[in-house]
C-alpha cells in the first residue's frame, strides 16, 4: 500500500474512531466492487464488525479525500512547471487538509486574467509598493514622483497601481484568509429583508421581512426557507460580518485582522493613511464578497445535508414500515366525481380484478358500491381492503366499514394507506410495461394494495425524491439527494432480503451486486425457466458472473426450494459451516433450521475456521434460529375516530389517534385522517428536552394526539403529545389566531427549543423556527400528499 493510500486511511479511521486495519481492510473491499450491504452483512471479520453507517461515511470520505489528493497533485504540478514552488510552500500544499485550505495556497499562483495588479507590475510600480508598505515613514507623494513614465501619468496613478499590488498580495495570502474566514464564521450574522413592493406577494415568509441572527446557529430549515424567499424575489439576503456596527458608517473588524497580519499599525505615519487604504479596500473589494459568499455556501451545503438526512431517515422509516403480509387485498383510489377506482391483488401482488364504483356525490350509489365490493371480497376470497388516504378517503373509509359491518363472516379489514407518489408510479414507465391495457387510475389502485402487502416492495417503484417525506427536497443539492436517498434504498432493501421468485424489476435493482440489466435478466430467465429452486441457479442468468453472484446470492432468498438453506440470509459461501454443524450432531439441515433449543447450545467456536470467524458464525446461527426472519416491526393500524373528516370537525383538545407522516427539524406531522395533516412541535412530543424529534417518533408511527388549535381558512392544524397540555383558545376550529401562534400550530408562548439555539433572533414569530417553513413546507407537503 503506498504511503498516500495509508495517510488516507489513518486519516478515515481516526475520523471514525476505529482502528487503520479496518478502514484499510473495507476500502480494499470497496475497490474490489462489494457493496456496503456486503460489507456489512458477510465480511465483518475483515472489517471488524463495521456497520452499514460507518461503511457510508467511510465511503463518502474516501472519495472527498482522493478527490482532494488529485486537487493537491494538479497544484503542484502547476507550481513546479511555474519554476514558484518553494520547500516551505510545498510544505504548506503537502500539509493542507481540506479543498478550501489548498485553493487559498493555490491562489497566487493560478492562472488567472491580466488584473489591474498584474497591469502596475508590468508598468514597474511593485517597487513602490514594496516601499511604501516596508517603511510607513515614506510620503507617498515624493516616492511616486520617482515611477512615473509613458505609462504612469501622475503620482496619483503610480498610487494606485501600487494599491492593487499591494491589494492583490494580501487577498492572496492564505494564512490571512484563513483568519478573516474563522472570524466571519464565528461572528457574522445572516441578515434577511423583504424587498420593497414584494411584502403581500410574500406572505408566508413574513417572518423573515426584518431577520437576523447569527449564521452558523441558523436551523437547517430556517435557512432553506430565507432562500427559497430570495429565490422567488421576496426576500434580500446579506452576511453582516460585523453586526454590531451600526449601517452606514461601518468599519469592519477584518480590516483590522488584515493590518495585524501584515503588522500595520496606523499612528499618523506619512503612508498610513494611504496604506489604511489600501487594508480598506483590499476588505471591501477583495475579501469580503468571496469570503462572505464562501461563508453563505458552506452553511447552506450544511443545511442541506441536514435536510437531506431529515429526508433519508424518514424514508428509512417509512421503507421499514410493518408489511400487512401476504394477503388478498382490495386496493381502493378514492374520488368524488370520477369515482373510486378498485383493484383486487392476490397474496403476491397479482391483479385479479378491477372495477369503478361511484358511492359519492354526485352519482351516489352508495347501496351499489357496497354490493360491488361485497362481491370482489367473496369472490376472490379478499381479506384487506387499502383505501387511499387522498380526496374521498374518510368517505370510502365509512363505506368500507358498511361492507366489513355487512358480511362479517368474511373477516375483513380495512386499513388506511398513503397514497403519496402513486400518481408517480401509475404514469411510469414501469407501470405502463407491467399493465399496458390499464387506466392509470386502476394503476394507482393497484400501487395502493400492494404497498399495504409490502411498503417496502411497492415503494422501491417510485423515485425517492417522489414519496414526499422530504424537507425543502427541491431546494437541495438533486445529486447529493439522490446518492443519499439510494443509499437509503439499498440498506432497507438488503436488509429485509427480496423473494427471488417474485421480486419485481426495480426492487431486483436495489440488491447487492445488481443493476437494472441483471435484474431483468433475472426476471427473463424466470420467465422463459419458471421459478429459481436453488441459488445456484442464478449463475445461469446471462451476465451474472461470480462477483455479481458473490454479492447477491445472500440477500435473494427462495422459498421451498430445494435448498431450505436459500430460504434464509445464510450467504452460500457458509453452506459449509452449516453442513458441519449437521455432521456433527448428525442431524439433517431441515431438523436444526427454527430448533432454538439446539441452536441456543452450539458452540460457536467449534465451528470456526480459516475463513468463516466468530462473528459470521454467529450469525449463522441466528439465522438458523429464525431463517428468513423479518427485520420490520409487527404491522399495526391507527383508528381514526368517527364523525372527523375535516377540518371544521376538529375541536380543541380533542383526542384523536393518528400516524405520523413526516418528521422534519421542528416537530412531526400527523395524519388524523381529515385530509390535512397536523403538527406536533418539537417542545409538544414529550414533556423532556429533545435536540430532533426523531429521538421521539419517525414516519408510520401510530400516535396519541390531543388538538391544540385549528385554523381552517388556512388549514393548519396545531396538535401536542402531551395530554396535560391545554389549547391555547376555546374557539377551537376557525380561530383567529395572530400569525406568531398559528404557524402552522406552532405556539408563541413556547419557544424554549428554538430559543436555546438562536442567539440576537430579531424576528419574535419563532415558535416554528419561521413561518416561512411552516407554510410553504406544509403547502408543498399537502400538494405531495394528493399526488
Known amino acids: 500500500m503506498s504511503v498516500l493510500n495509508q495517510q488516507i486511511i489513518h486519516q478515515i479511521a481516526s475520523e471514525l474512531s476505529v482502528q487503520d486495519q479496518q478502514v484499510a481492510a473495507a476500502v480494499t473491499l470497496l475497490d474490489e466492487g462489494s457493496t456496503v450491504p456486503f460489507i456489512a452483512r458477510y465480511r465483518k471479520e475483515k472489517t471488524g464488525g463495521l ?66 495588479g498584474e497591469i502596475a507590475k508590468e508598468q514597474g510600480l511593485e517597487p513602490l509598493a514594496d516601499a511604501l508598505f516596508n517603511d510607513p515613514n515614506l510620503d507617498p ?56 413592493g414584494k411584502e403581500k406577494e410574500g406572505a408566508k415568509f413574513q417572518d423573515y421581512f426584518e431577520h437576523s441572527e447569527l449564521a452558523t446557529k441558523v436551523p437547517s430549515h430556517r435557512l432553506l426557507a430565507m432562500l427559497r424567499g430570495r429565490n422567488e424575489g421576496v426576500l434580500q439576503l446579506t452576511l453582516n460580518a460585523d453586526p454590531e456596527q451600526e449601517a452606514p458608517v461601518r468599519e469592519s473588524h477584518c480590516e483590522s485582522i488584515i493590518a495585524q497580519h501584515f503588522d500595520l499599525s496606523f499612528n499618523q505615519k506619512a503612508a498610513d493613511k494611504w496604506l489604511k487604504t489600501v487594508v480598506q479596500w483590499t476588505w471591501k473589494i477583495k475579501i469580503s464578497l468571496s469570503v462572505e459568499n464562501e461563508v453563505l455556501t458552506e452553511i447552506r451545503e450544511a443545511a442541506e445535508v441536514e435536510a437531506i438526512r431529515v429526508f433519508a431517515n424518514n424514508l428509512s422509516d417509512l421503507l421499514m414500515a410493518a408489511p400487512a403480509g401476504a394477503k388478498t387485498t382490495i386496493g381502493i383510489d ?35 358500491s357496497i354490493r360491488t365490493i361485497e362481491h370482489l371480497a367473496r369472490t376472490h376470497k379478499a381479506e384487506l381492503i387499502a383505501i387511499g388516504n387522498g380526496t374521498a378517503s374518510r368517505e370510502t373509509d365509512k363505506l ?75 431546494d ?73 453472484f458473490e454479492q447477491c446470492a445472500g440477500f ?11 430460504a434464509s440470509s445464510v450467504h452460500p459461501e457458509a453452506y459449509p459451516v452449516v453442513k458441519r454443524i449437521i455432521e456433527t450432531h448428525q442431524r439433517e439441515v431441515n431438523d436444526i433450521i427454527a430448533n432454538q433449543d439446539f441452536l441456543s447450545n452450539l458452540a460457536a467456536n ?31 393500524t391507527a383508528t381514526f375516530k368517527e ?110 427549543a428554538s430559543n436555546q439555539r438562536v442567539q440576537g433572533n430579531k424576528s419574535s414569530n419563532n415558535a416554528l423556527g419561521g413561518g416561512a417553513m411552516g407554510n410553504a413546507f406544509a403547502d408543498a407537503f399537502a400538494k405531495a400528499k394528493k399526488k
Open 400 to 474: 368500507a366499514a358498511e361492507v366489513v359491518k355487512k358480511a362479517p363472516e368474511l373477516k375483513l379489514t380495512k386499513i388506511m394507506v398513503s397514497e403519496a407518489g402513486a400518481s408517480v408510479y401509475s404514469a411510469s414507465e414501469f407501470a405502463a410495461n407491467e399493465f399496458p391495457d390499464l387506466d392509470v387510475s386502476i394503476r394507482g389502485a393497484v400501487s395502493i394494495a400492494r404497498r399495504l402487502q409490502d411498503p417496502l416492495a411497492e415503494l422501491v417503484k417510485i423515485e425517492p425524491k417522489s414519496i414526499g417525506v422530504g424537507q425543502y427536497q427541491h
Open 334 to 368: 378514492p374520488g368524488f366525481r370520477t369515482g373510486c377506482k378498485i383493484a383486487v391483488i392476490d397474496k403476491t401482488g397479482k391483479l385479479l380484478d378491477t372495477a369503478t364504483i361511484f358511492p359519492h356525490e354526485p352519482q351516489n350509489h352508495w347501496d351499489k
Open 643 to 752: 364523525g372527523v373528516e375535516t377540518l371544521s370537525d376538529l375541536k380543541a383538545n380533542m383526542i384523536l389517534e393518528g400516524v405520523v407522516t413526516n418528521v422534519t427539524n421542528f416537530g412531526a406531522f400527523v395524519d388524523v385522517g381529515v385530509h390535512q395533516d397536523g403538527l406536533v412541535h418539537i417542545s409538544s412530543l414529550t414533556d423532556k428536552f429533545v435536540s430532533e424529534p426523531s429521538e421521539v417518533v419517525k414516519a408510520g408511527d401510530i400516535v396519541k394526539v390531543k388538538v391544540l388549535d385549528v385554523d381552517v381558512p388556512r388549514k393548519r392544524i396545531s396538535l401536542t403529545m402531551r395530554m396535560d397540555e391545554q389549547a391555547k383558545s376555546s374557539s377551537g376550529a376557525g380561530s383567529n389566531r395572530s400569525d406568531a401562534t398559528r404557524n402552522n400550530g406552532a405556539r408563541s408562548n413556547n419557544q424554549r
Open 141 to 196: 507623494e515624493v516616492v511616486a514622483k520617482e515611477y512615473l513614465s509613458a505609462d504612469v501619468a501622475d503620482e496619483k496613478a503610480a498610487l494606485d497601481g501600487a494599491k492593487y499590488i499591494l491589494m492583490e498580495r494580501f487577498a492572496e495570502d492564505a494564512d490571512l484568509l484563513n483568519k478573516i474566514r474563522r472570524y466571519v464564521k464565528q461572528n457574522a450574522h445572516l441578515e434577511s429583508k423583504v424587498i420593497a
Open 51 to 116: 456497520d452499514d453507517t460507518q461503511l457510508r461515511n467511510l465511503e463518502n470520505r474516501l472519495g472527498y479525500l482522493r478527490e482532494l489528493e488529485d486537487r493537491r497533485a494538479v497544484i503542484l504540478k502547476s507550481i513546479t512547471e511555474q519554476e514558484k514552488l518553494t520547500p516551505e510552500l510545498e510544505k504548506s500544499i503537502l500539509a493542507a487538509d481540506n479543498k478550501t485550505r489548498l485553493e487559498d495556497l493555490y491562489l497566487p499562483y493560478k492562472p488567472k486574467r491580466r488584473t489591474k
Open 476 to 548: 437541495v443539492s438533486q445529486s447529493l439527494l439522490s446518492k443519499s436517498l439510494d443509499a437509503v434504498v439499498e440498506d432497507c432493501v438488503n436488509a429485509v432480503g427480496v423473494d427471488l421468485n417474485t421480486a419485481s424489476v426495480p426492487l431486483l435493482t436495489r440488491v447487492s451486486g445488481l443493476n437494472k440489466t441483471l435484474a431483468n435478466n433475472i426476471v427473463k430467465y424466470r420467465d422463459a425457466n419458471g421459478r429459481f429452486d436453488n441459488r445456484k441457479d442464478l449463475k445461469k442468468v446471462e451476465r451474472l458472473g461470480p462477483k455479481a
Open 606 to 636: 467449534d465451528f470456526i475456521d480459516d475463513t468463516f470467524g466468530l462473528p459470521t458464525v454467529k450469525d449463522i446461527i441466528k439465522e438458523l434460529e429464525k431463517p428468513g426472519r423479518d427485520p420490520r416491526p409487527e404491522f399495526k
Open 556 to 566: 435473494l432468498k427462495i422459498v421451498d426450494g430445494s435448498n431450505p438453506l436459500d
